[in-house]
Structures are given as structure tokens and as C-alpha cells.
């Protein structure tokens, strides 16, 4: 899931004519000083940036004073959150609240239109929402096609108890959300709350945007930005950048495989014979020599106690496979025990190239499996 931060949601927002509240990046201690000048007072939100929920739980929101706000934003930078370090604050304007809401534009892969999700119960998980109040979320949904026209929305405001003088406001943010879905190739585009304020005004207090990882290639301008960096590890990012799907895990033994499935029977057979994968590692179809050796090198940067290279070969070759081994062993100091598996295009050349360099290769996934486990456990 490609979801970016709050702030990178919200300046999309702002393109994309949706109100927020006035907001800054905080850069350091000038940059609250700029901040509280901006908004004409000393009080203001800080709230740490993160890649998942719970924040607020989490104590990564707070409404503190100009003086304090150093100090607050210094004591959760660095920060765990779910297994990701907080790294930047949003400086925000504090709002004042009447009504809380919940507004959702979702791409619904079942019809493959348009799902709007709307309730006047905001503020809470959807889940919350969905479990005790279900009577109280109104569904619709738009074809991807159809042209989404603020009148289009009036009726959803009337459920939702918007006045006469909100109605056109909600009506718009309604409309602009569903351009900027489409325009920009998003999945989900999600506002809680959004909130109505004593002075009539409809605002984004909060954003959750994700993006079709997919549409990467025609949205640049957010394929760049720091949340779709920062959703990986280094070596998930770099894997990443070579074409090699690779997901780093907590196991000890490493894998190389060729294919998504046979990488996932991998992970499930390490697991069956009493041990746990470190990572998932797919080098997908066609895989050449130059992909097995970035492979074997971004494992050799990993805590692994074994590498199994697992391959069922049909257009990539065995013997392509046995030459990436090879100049890996030679190339990198690569100490943990390695077991490999060959079997498909080439595989009878491919062990002969292993066998010739000194290395044993296996025709059968799981005395292969059986002898790392083995290995990494103290066994010859």
C-alpha cells in the first residue's frame, strides 16, 4: 500500500482546492518562530508524521505553546512507530470544532468504479463507525468515466446535516476529491475528520491519500516523494531500484527465488522444517546472472545465518543462475552456508557449472530445504 504522509496529502489537497488548515514543516527552531508569526499566536499542533495509524494514541499529537513545541518535536523524533522511526513534524493551526465527519473516495476493484463512504460520525476509525453505527455511513458509487458535478453530492450533504450555506462547500470538496483520484491515480483519498467549524467553514483536518503503485510512471511528482521512499528499508529500496521484488523479514535463513509463488512455498517450507525465512526475494521471470548477484549481494548486507536459492526455471536459465552464484562467491565475503535448488531450463548445466567451482546443487526442493535448515542449526 502506497500511502504517503499527512503533510504530502494535504499539500495535494491545497492544489486540488480542498481546505486545510494553515500548516508547516518543521525544520527547526526558526521554522516555529515562522510558523507562530504566520497564525498570530503562540499555540499550535505538532504532530509527528508516520506511515500508519494510531498516532494520536501513540502520543505523536500534541497542541503545544511556541516554547514548548522545540522541545516536544525534539522527544519524538526518532521515535518508533510501528516499526518505522518518525522523522518529520507538522507544524499546523489549531482548530476549533463543531462537527466532526467522515469522507472517503475509494477505487472499488470488484465494480471498478467509484466508492464514496460518508458519515457524520468522524473522528473515529471507519471500522468504529462501521461496527456500531452502521445505519449511519452512506454509500455511493461513480463510474470512473462519469464526470463527478458538485449537484451530484447536494443530497449526500442533506443526510450528512450540512445547512443550506455548507452545502456547496461540502459539494466541492466532494467533487475535487474524486478529480484528484482520478488525475493523480489514487486508490483511496480520505478525510478524518473533516471538520465544520463555529464560523461555517468545512476543513481537511486530517489526510490519508495512497497511490496505485502501478501509476508510478505517470506520477512522478509523487513516486518522489519522501513517504514512497521512506515505506521501504535501504535494501528493500535498493532491491527495489534493480527490478527484484525483495521484502526484508526477521528469520534467519535468506532466500533467493524465482517467482512469487515458488518464493512464497519457500518461506512456507523453511517454516515447515523448523526454521524462518529473513526475507522474501523474487527475481522474477527471465532472470539473468547480473540479477543473481545483486541478489546475493544485498543478502550478504543482511544478518542471515543461511542462503537458499531456490529456482524452477522456465525462461530464466539455470546455467545464467549458476554463473550469478559463482561471481557472487568471488565478488562478495559471503560466510553463512549456502544450499541451492536448480531445476528447469539448463538445470543439468547449471549443476555442472555449481559442481565444477566446488558448490553442490539439488534437484528437489526439499532435501535442498531439509539440508539448510540443518546447516544453520549446527549439522554437516
Do not use: W
Not at 522545540?70 to 493551526?93: A, N, Q
Request: overall charge negative.
Amino acid at each position: 500500500m502506497s500511502i504517503l504522509y499527512e503533510f504530502e496529502g494535504k499539500q495535494l489537497f491545497k492544489i486540488n482546492y480542498i481546505p486545510v488548515p494553515r500548516f508547516k514543516v518543521y525544520t527547526g527552531k526558526e521554522s516555529i518562530e515562522e510558523f507562530a508569526k504566520e497564525l498570530d499566536s503562540n499555540v499550535m499542533m505538532a504532530k509527528g508524521q508516520a506511515l500508519s495509524g494510531g498516532r494520536g494514541k501513540a502520543g505523536l499529537i500534541k497542541k503545544v505553546t511556541k516554547d514548548e513545541a522545540d522541545d516536544y518535536i525534539k522527544s519524538i523524533i526518532g521515535r518508533d512507530h510501528r516499526g518505522k522511526p518518525v522523522e518529520t513534524v507538522l507544524l499546523e493551526e489549531p482548530m476549533e470544532i463543531q462537527k466532526e465527519y467522515y469522507l472517503a473516495v475509494m477505487l472499488d476493484n470488484e465494480s471498478g468504479k467509484y466508492l464514496t463512504l460518508a458519515s457524520s460520525r468522524g473522528g473515529v476509525d471507519i471500522e468504529e463507525i462501521a461496527e456500531n453505527y452502521p445505519d449511519e455511513i452512506y454509500r455511493d458509487t461513480l463510474a470512473i468515466d462519469d464526470e463527478p458535478l458538485p449537484y451530484l453530492f447536494m443530497n449526500l450533504g442533506k443526510k450528512l446535516g450540512f445547512s443550506a450555506r455548507t452545502l456547496t462547500s461540502f459539494s466541492n470538496i466532494m467533487t475535487n476529491m474524486i478529480n484528484m483520484a482520478k488525475k493523480l491515480d489514487l486508490t483511496l483519498v480520505e478525510i478524518n475528520p473533516l471538520i465544520l467549524t463555529p464560523q461555517n467553514q468545512i476543513i481537511a483536518a486530517d489526510s490519508k491519500v495512497v497511490i496505485d503503485g502501478n501509476a508510478y510512471y505517470r506520477q512522478e511528482n509523487i513516486a518522489s516523494l519522501k513517504s514512497q521512499r521512506d515505506r521501504y528499508t535501504d535494501l528493500e529500496f535498493e532491491a527495489n531500484e534493480a527490478g527484484i521484488s525483495y521484502v526484508q523479514l526477521d528469520g534467519e535463513i535468506g532466500i533467493i527465488s524465482g517467482g512469487a509463488g515458488l518464493s512464497m512455498a519457500t518461506c512456507d517450507l523453511l517454516e515447515f522444517y523448523g526454521s524462518s525465512p529473513a526475507n522474501f526475494l523474487d527475481v522474477g521471470g527471465g532472470a539473468d546472472e547480473t540479477k543473481i548477484e545483486k541478489s546475493l549481494e544485498i543478502l550478504s548486507r543482511q544478518d542471515v545465518k543461511g542462503i537458499f536459492i531456490n529456482f524452477f526455471a522456465g525462461i530464466t536459465r539455470c546455467d545464467d543462475v549458476a554463473e550469478g552464484i559463482i561471481n557472487a562467491s568471488k565478488k562478495f565475503n559471503i560466510e553463512a552456508p549456502i544450499v541451492i535448488r536448480l531445476v528447469g531450463t539448463n538445470d543439468k548445466i547449471g549443476i555442472r557449472i555449481l559442481e565444477e567451482n566446488g558448490i553442490k546443487a539439488y534437484s528437489e526442493m526439499e532435501p535442498a530445504a531439509r539440508k539448510i535448515v540443518e546447516l544453520v542449526e549446527g549439522g554437516n
